[in-house]
């Protein structure tokens, strides 16, 4: 079963930047979608985004469209979430996953492995 691991989080002000990593043991590509989820205190789990297996199709929340960007590496099997304009409501506990099937969603029971965790905190 493929493993992630997850790296990059942090405390950032309000407005700033962070690039979150995800790195894979074994090759993504053709194999599985690759997503960012996030959960804050209290809340449920909820999708941020994800990368088709073709890494040809992006899926974002409306949440963070257009302030956050998926990379997908091919030649590391690592899955970057560059994080920008980020504000408070952003701060959550980070993870990444992956699942056999086309589709990025937002099921959580959906996806065979997942990552540890990194922390973000966007506070002043």
């Known amino acids: 079963q493929v493993q992630l691991v997850e790296s990059g989080g942090g405390l950032v002000q309000p407005g700033g930047s962070l690039r979150l990593s995800c790195v894979a043991s074994?090759?993504?590509?053709?194999?599985?979608?690759m997503a960012w989820f996030r959960q804050a205190p209290g809340k449920a789990r909820e999708l941020v985004g994800g990368?088709?297996?073709?890494?040809?199709?992006?899926t974002y929340s409306d949440s963070v469209k257009g302030r956050f960007t998926i990379i997908g590496d091919r030649a590391t099997n690592t899955v970057h979430l560059q994080m920008n304009s980020l504000n408070p409501e952003d701060t959550a506990t980070y993870y990444c996953?992956?699942?056999?099937?086309?589709?990025?969603?937002?099921?959580?029971?959906?996806?065979?492995?997942w990552g540890q965790g990194t922390q973000v905190t966007v506070s002043s």
């Open positions: 074994e090759r993504y590509y053709n194999t599985y979608s």
């Open positions: 990368i088709h297996r073709s890494g040809n199709r992006l």
């Open positions: 996953a992956a699942r056999v099937g086309g589709l990025v969603i937002s099921d959580t029971a959906g996806y065979r492995a």
